[in-house]
């Protein structure tokens, strides 16, 4: 199975800031990796596949770059609305994989 | 509007079985691949179950091969999945995801949306 790796497990940055998770791959998984935000107590939600395109309606400031087993989403200008939690999953293979969750908080 | 709504979750003991639905509406149901998803309180998701167009093919987690069993009735729109021989470490909110042609790869692996998901706990 595909392990999928993300640091940090949480994290904490104030509105305005610039973040970045990693989520690193077992072995290489091309661009087949998706990101998605999971509010307390809500259901997740799609951000972003094949590693860097974003779903329609996700706002700009969400980037996903990287391939093979290295992955990185972004978030330019962190705004309270982010505040959730976010998770990393491949599709190069089954059983398809999640990594273990970021948690975003603001200062 | 997609919807995805998931019933039948409810509290069972070890060794119990449940079936979980899914109605989806406001899209063409046949013309996706669907999967169901699981979240244990407290803890990350994990991919339980995924199943093609028709029903003729189907994939499953490891951890519930030969206890769980994914279905779907097209003309019903409607998304299944049986759950026998129940344990504890299988108590979480299931969700029902759909997945669209997304991209290149050969497995439709991308979750565009999700329902609200069902509990199942499983205790004595």
């Known amino acids: 199975d595909i392990q999928l790796t993300q640091s940090p497990s949480s994290l904490s940055a104030s509105p305005g800031d610039r973040v970045t998770i990693s989520c690193q791959a077992s072995q290489d998984i091309g661009h087949y990796l998706n990101w998605y935000q999971q509010k307390p107590g809500k259901a997740p939600k799609f951000l972003i596949f094949?590693?860097?395109i974003l779903e329609t309606g996700v706002p700009s400031r969400f980037s996903g770059s990287g391939s093979g087993t290295h992955f990185t989403l972004t978030i330019d200008s962190l705004q309270p609305d982010d505040i959730a939690t976010y998770y990393c999953?491949?599709?190069?293979?089954?059983?398809?994989?999640f990594g273990g969750g970021t948690k975003l908080e603001i200062k | 509007q997609v919807q995805l709504v998931e019933s039948g979750g409810a509290l069972v003991e070890p060794g119990g079985s449940l079936r979980l639905s899914c109605a989806a509406s406001?899209?063409?149901?046949?013309?996706?691949?669907m999967t169901w998803m699981r979240q244990a309180p407290g803890k990350g998701l994990e991919w339980v179950a995924s199943i093609s167009f028709s029903g003729r093919t189907t994939h499953y987690v490891d951890s519930v091969k030969g206890r769980f069993t994914v279905s779907r009735d097209n003309a019903k729109k409607s998304l299944y999945l049986q759950l026998n021989s129940l344990r504890a470490d299988d108590t979480a909110v299931y969700y029902c995801?759909?997945?669209?042609?997304?991209?290149?790869?050969?497995?439709?692996?991308?979750?565009?949306?999700w329902g609200q998901g069902t509990l199942v706990i499983v205790s004595s």
């Open positions: 999953q491949q599709y190069d293979d089954f059983p398809l994989t």
């Open positions: 406001g899209f063409s149901f046949g013309d996706y691949y």
């Open positions: 995801t759909r997945n669209p042609e997304y991209g290149s790869s050969s497995i439709l692996g991308v979750s565009d949306s």
């Open positions: 094949d590693a860097s």
